[in-house]
């Protein structure tokens, strides 16, 4: 998923009398927010966790809740319940203990706060909406235009030659 998120466009494709098209066909060269809270947590610890890290863009809402380990091998018991023993963890590129236990922190903290979800509102969306539309206000995206048709004769003339 950190992959199709970092995904930028690396060309265009001109197709005769219509517009170009980006290559790869799904990319996001604009800015990017993630949202987090504390209900994240395994692939919702480690998803923020490669965002970050991959400077993707900044994690809005509060710290996930850091349950990134892992359960493999536990079998059944002869009554038919189950014991889980956590089996490996999260080490980080420097040879770290990482994120279990401790989550992923935010780079703008917002709390949704009880009263307003109730009265309708999101402040997480509408932080990460208005951190958005300034990042575009800095570096608004530009799509370039189909330039006019190269003259093709010329490079049929250089493979004559």
């Given at each position: 998923m950190n992959e199709l998120l970092?995904?930028?466009?690396?060309?265009?494709w001109g197709t005769r009398g219509?517009?170009?098209?980006?290559?790869?066909?799904?990319?996001?060269?604009?800015?990017k927010v993630m949202l987090i809270?504390?209900?994240?947590?395994?692939?919702?610890?480690a998803l923020p966790y490669y965002f970050k890290k991959s400077k993707l863009g900044l994690l809005i809402?509060?710290?996930?809740?850091?349950?990134?380990?892992?359960?493999?091998?536990?079998p059944d018991l002869a009554d038919g319940g189950s014991i889980n023993v956590p089996t490996f963890g999260f080490v980080?590129?420097?040879?770290?203990?990482?994120?279990?236990?401790?989550?992923?922190h935010p780079d703008?903290?917002?709390?949704?706060?009880?009263?307003?979800?109730?009265?309708?509102?999101?402040?997480?969306?509408?932080k990460a909406v208005?951190?958005?539309?300034?990042?575009?206000?800095?570096?608004?995206?530009q799509k370039p235009v189909m330039p006019a048709e190269p003259d093709r004769s010329k490079w049929i003339e250089k493979e004559i030659k």
């Open positions: 970092a995904r930028k466009t690396l060309n265009y219509l517009a170009i098209n980006p290559d790869p066909g799904v990319a996001n060269d604009g800015p809270n504390g209900y994240s947590s395994s692939g919702g610890d809402g509060t710290r996930t809740w850091g349950g990134l380990i892992g359960l493999s091998g536990n980080d590129s420097d040879g770290n203990w990482a994120v279990e236990g401790e989550g992923v703008i903290e917002v709390i949704d706060r009880p009263e307003l979800v109730a009265a309708g509102k999101d402040p997480c969306i509408e208005e951190v958005l539309l300034e990042q575009l206000k800095q570096k608004p995206l």
